[in-house]
């Protein structure tokens, strides 16, 4: 949407991947020390779980979702329906997230 694509329930699920984000780290997963500086990178969508102390006891299946959900293509993301289908939200694999 901000690169000027269309609105879709894509969309929405990467805005979902943002909550879980926030929720989880308590900061934005592309933030940065400025509107512009946060709208470039949410562009660039690199996902980094290294500056954020409470992703280092995640699971793989955590970070695998938070990857899924916040992919820069909106064909590459999962639709709402897989994501919530997604172990880590249902509870199964047991990895303790």
């Known amino acids: 949407v901000i690169s000027g ?3 879709s329930e894509l969309s929405d699920v990467f805005g979902a991947g943002v909550i ?3 929720a989880l780290s308590q900061s934005l997963p592309f933030g940065g ?3 512009m500086t946060t709208l ?3 562009l660039r969508a690199k996902l ?3 500056r954020h102390a409470c992703f280092d006891s995640a699971g793989a299946e955590l970070k695998s ?3 899924n959900l916040l992919r820069r293509a909106p064909e590459d993301r999962p639709t709402a329906a897989a994501a919530l289908s997604d172990p880590w939200l249902c509870g199964v694999g047991g ?3």
């Open 5 to 7: 694509g269309e609105c």
């Open 20 to 22: 879980l984000f926030f």
């Open 33 to 35: 020390p400025d509107v």
């Open 40 to 42: 470039r990178r949410t």
């Open 48 to 50: 980094s779980f290294g």
């Open 65 to 67: 979702l938070l990857g």
């Open 95 to 97: 990895e303790g997230d």
